[in-house]
């Protein structure tokens, strides 16, 4: 098993930062790849970005890429999502979670962490 809690949003007007943690605990998480997602009122939950913490390889989503930077430091267990550059559109419940193998479908990814509420206002 492995445990995620997310923490880091809040409301933000557009064009401004926020910075989401994951601190993950349980099995070795390392072994996991970690990801983002989020999902809208309405829509279905959507990958934001992944990891892995061997080679360090990440993926971005169109809409965020160049705006959005994960990274992980397992010295503290913790996954980060820096949010910059945030859009009204970026309004969403965003999701921290785990998978040995990392996909783009949220049906891949086995834990899951509670969800953050991010608010961007224009």
């Known amino acids: 098993q492995v445990q995620l809690v997310e923490s880091g949003g809040g409301l933000v007007q557009a064009g401004g930062s926020l910075r989401l943690s994951c601190a993950a605990s349980?099995?070795?998480?390392?072994?996991?790849?970690m990801g983002w997602f989020r999902q809208a009122p309405g829509k279905e939950r959507e990958l934001v970005a992944h990891m892995t913490w061997s080679g360090g390889s990440t993926y971005y989503a169109a809409s965020v890429k160049g705006r959005f930077t994960i990274s992980g430091d397992n010295m503290r267990s913790t996954v980060y999502l820096q949010m910059n550059s945030l859009k009204s559109e970026d309004t969403a419940i965003y999701y921290c979670?785990?998978?040995?193998?990392?996909?783009?479908?949220?049906?891949?990814?086995?834990?899951w962490g509670q969800g953050t509420q991010v608010t961007v206002s224009s």
């Open positions: 349980g099995r070795i998480f390392t072994d996991y790849a």
């Open positions: 979670a785990a998978s040995p193998i990392p996909g783009n479908w949220a049906s891949s990814w086995t834990y």
